[in-house]
C-alpha cells in the first residue's frame, strides 16, 4: 500500500492525492462503518461524506497517522449520529403508530392534525428561501443527499439550512404547539 508524501496542506488538496487517498480508504473505511451500520448503501454515503468534509475543511495534517485517525474517527462520528436520527424516527413512528389508526381517528383529531400541519406551513413559509426550499422537501419525505442534489447544494449546506429553519420555526411555533409535539414535527 502507498504512503502520500509528503502529507502538507498544499499537497493533500491535489486532486491526484485526493483520488490517491479515496481509493487507498475507501473500502476500509466502509467496512468499519457496517460496523456501525449494517446498510452497506448508507455506510458508503458516511464515507463519502466523511471524504468531501475532509475537502471542504482544508484541514492539516502531519502525517499519514494523523489523516487516518481523523478519518475513521470522522467515520465512527457520522454513523453514531446517522444512528441517533434514526432512533429518533424510529420512536416517532412508534409514537405516531400507538396512536389511535387514521380510520378511527375522530372528527375533531382530523382537524387537529390539518391545523398543526397548516401551522407547520405556515410557518416553514416565514423561514430564509433556503431553509424554506430545503424544509419543504424535508417534508416530502426527501434525504439530505436528495436534497443537496436537487438544489445543488452542499450536503453540509443542506444540514445548516436545517438547522438554522429548526431553530427558527422552534421560536415560532413553541407558543401555538405543544413542545412534545414540536419536538417531533421538527426531528425530520
Known amino acids: 500500500m502507498a504512503t502520500i508524501t509528503p502529507l502538507n496542506s498544499s ?9 490517491e487517498l479515496f481509493e487507498q ?6 467496512l468499519f462503518a457496517k460496523g456501525y451500520i449494517p446498510d452497506l448503501d448508507t455506510d458508503k ?3 463519502q461524506e466523511v471524504f468531501l468534509s475532509l475537502i471542504e475543511s482544508q484541514e492539516t495534517f502531519n502525517d499519514v497517522d494523523n489523516l487516518k485517525a481523523y478519518l475513521y474517527g470522522t ?3 457520522k454513523c453514531l449520529k446517522y444512528l441517533r436520527h434514526e432512533e429518533v424516527k424510529r420512536r416517532y413512528q412508534k409514537y405516531m403508530q400507538s396512536e389511535v389508526p387514521d ?12 391545523e398543526v400541519y397548516a401551522l407547520l406551513i405556515k410557518a416553514i413559509q416565514n423561514l430564509p428561501e433556503q431553509c424554506q426550499k430545503v424544509y419543504l422537501l424535508v417534508l416530502e419525505g426527501k434525504s ?3 436534497i443537496a442534489y436537487q438544489l445543488q447544494l452542499n450536503i453540509e449546506t443542506v444540514k445548516s439550512h436545517k438547522q438554522v429553519g429548526k431553530k427558527l420555526l422552534y421560536d415560532q411555533l413553541k407558543h401555538i404547539i405543544p413542545v412534545g409535539i414540536l419536538i417531533f414535527l421538527l426531528e425530520f
Do not use: A, F, G, W
Not at 11 to 17: G, N
Open 25 to 30: 480508504h475507501y473500502t476500509p473505511l466502509v
Open 75 to 77: 467515520v465512527k462520528h
Open 45 to 47: 454515503d458516511v464515507v
Open 11 to 19: 499537497s493533500i488538496y491535489d486532486e491526484k492525492v485526493i483520488r
Open 103 to 114: 380510520e378511527t381517528k375522530t372528527y375533531e383529531e382530523r382537524v387537529l392534525e390539518e
Open 144 to 146: 439530505n443527499q436528495e
